[in-house]
């Protein structure tokens, strides 16, 4: 079971002073993120992609060669690679320039983003999301799997005997999530390729994240590669802890209330019980997070968003000292309860491995 953090990049006034940071410091505090990460044992750090204000981080692959730089364990990870506007062929050798650089310890998560004008702004027309994300990836896929590539499709210019440098580290591609909390069209592509189903249940209640978990298991059974139970499930949420719960809702509540996602809506106690919303004590959120095992089976990814919404840079690094203290209880738990024919989560050891036996 892998754990970690993923982190939108926002920049956003802190409602208690009223303060933003600048750009340069929110870029700055995300590496300082990771490192604590990596610091405290977390298994992985993933960034989002956006190209519009207020958030700031617009090359994944930028930062992530950073942090590579600057970390030995860590897994490096997208929240968001825009399968839509990126271009396929970009996306292949920018993160298998990456993976050589960080000696493997990267993958990606594709999704659409949750941003309509970055499709004009990229030269595409949404109305054809679902559309450039299955045909991109279909190009990425072979891109990274076969030396020389000869393609035609609807949404860029054909490509004439190809090869996309440079290759895979070991031969092996960086392993893909995809990533989506509304489309049953994308559950289905994961299952298609055998890739992982990331569900980003952090605003959605359990019985939508449930069918869309539950479709993609069935499917990925379906195409042959294993059993639904054997299928590679991530999952997203939202925490934040004191030592006493009271205290932590109280600290909690006005970054709630002026949150563009959150404010406006359900109280903060009815978004924890229809969401993954998690704020308490650790021993809370241990709770909460074994509750997820119930409601969707096993899985083998848990990333938690601990920053933005205005938070201090230090009221974030204490979320992941907290992580530290309550992630080696919660992988001890996920490990006993986990029957021997489900498997770990992808890594490039591990492919390389399947990859050699096969």
Not at 208 to 213: C, E, F, I
Not at 276 to 302: K, M, N, W
């Amino acid at each position: 079971m892998q754990f970690g953090i993923f982190s939108v990049g926002d920049v956003t006034p802190d409602p208690t002073t009223g303060r933003a940071p600048s750009e340069h410091e929110r870029i700055k505090s995300m590496v300082a993120i990771a490192q604590k990460a990596e610091e405290v044992g977390l298994d992985v750090f993933a960034t989002g992609e956006h190209h519009n204000p207020p958030f700031v981080p617009s090359s994944p692959t930028t930062m992530l060669g950073y942090v590579a730089a600057r970390t030995e364990k860590l897994i490096l990870s997208t929240s968001t690679t825009l399968i839509t506007t990126n271009d396929p062929v970009k996306i292949a050798e920018d993160f298998a320039m990456l993976q050589h650089l960080a000696d493997g310890r990267v993958d990606l998560m594709m999704g659409r983003g949750n941003t309509g004008p970055v499709y004009p702004w990229f030269g595409q027309d949404i109305r054809q999301g679902i559309n450039l994300a299955i045909e991109n990836y279909a190009l990425l896929h072979r891109l990274w799997r076969e030396d020389v590539v000869t393609w035609e499709g609807k949404f860029r210019t054909p490509l004439q005997s190809f090869t996309s440098t440079p290759r895979p580290l070991d031969g092996v591609p960086p392993f893909v999530w995809h990533g989506s909390i509304r489309s049953p069209e994308i559950a289905e592509q994961a299952a298609y390729y055998g890739d992982g189903f990331f569900h980003n249940n952090i605003f959605w209640p359990a019985d939508h994240t449930k069918k869309m978990v539950e479709l993609y298991r069935e499917r990925y059974a379906h195409y042959g590669h294993g059993t639904a139970e054997q299928a590679i499930v991530g999952l997203g949420g939202q925490v934040f802890m004191r030592r006493r719960s009271q205290d932590a809702i109280a600290e909690f509540r006005p970054f709630f209330s002026q949150s563009p996602t959150y404010g406006g809506g359900p109280s903060l106690e009815e978004t924890m019980r229809q969401t993954p919303l998690a704020v308490g004590s650790p021993q809370e959120i241990i709770d909460r997070t074994l509750l997820f095992r119930e409601q969707f089976g096993d899985y083998q990814r848990q990333l938690f968003n601990v920053d933005g919404m205005g938070l201090p840079h230090s009221a974030a690094l204490d979320q992941i000292e907290f992580l530290g203290e309550i992630v080696p209880v919660l992988r001890k738990e996920f490990t006993l309860l986990r029957p021997a024919h489900v498997p770990d989560a992808p890594t490039h050891e591990s492919l390389v491995a399947s990859q050699v036996s096969a």
